[in-house]
């Protein structure tokens, strides 16, 4: 099973700051929910072709590999846990001081699954929003 979707959102601070933010993984668990630890496998985290795991609640762990860094205009991140591989290309457009972020993903799981799409991009706009909300009020 495989499926795409794209989220939107204004966040109202510089391009430069959210970029420096996207890769700070010692402020990450201040906005990812449930996130317990990270450790780093191989390369810098947030660099090219870096490799991290990520501990979150309920035992779930997640591999997360950094694609391209081309900050402060893209980052791409591909996530694989069991059973499902998660591609995020997020845009950045700087627009006079508020930063406009945009974020295609991809899923593709090894078997079909019961939850509507509208489910994914739901939770998606969340963590985009738990962001915004964290960078906003971090300056």
């Known amino acids: 099973m495989k499926f795409k979707y794209s989220c939107q959102v204004m966040i109202n601070k510089n391009i430069d700051l959210v970029a420096s933010a996207m890769i700070d993984y010692q402020a990450m668990k201040e906005w990812q929910v449930g996130l317990?630890?990270?450790?780093?496998?191989k390369g810098i985290p947030g660099q090219d072709d870096s490799v991290t795991k990520l501990f979150f609640k309920g035992d779930m762990v997640m591999k997360e590999t950094i694609e391209k860094n081309l900050l402060p205009d893209q980052f791409i991140q591909v996530y694989e846990m069991s059973g499902v591989w998660n591609r995020c290309v997020n845009d950045f457009t700087d627009l006079n001081g508020k930063t406009q972020w945009t974020m295609e993903t991809e899923f593709i799981f090894d078997r079909d699954i019961d939850?509507?799409?509208e489910a994914f991009k739901k939770k998606s706009l969340e963590g985009m929003n738990l962001f915004k909300t964290y960078i906003e009020n971090k300056v």
């Open 36 to 41: 317990l630890d990270i450790k780093p496998i």
């Open 115 to 117: 939850l509507p799409i």
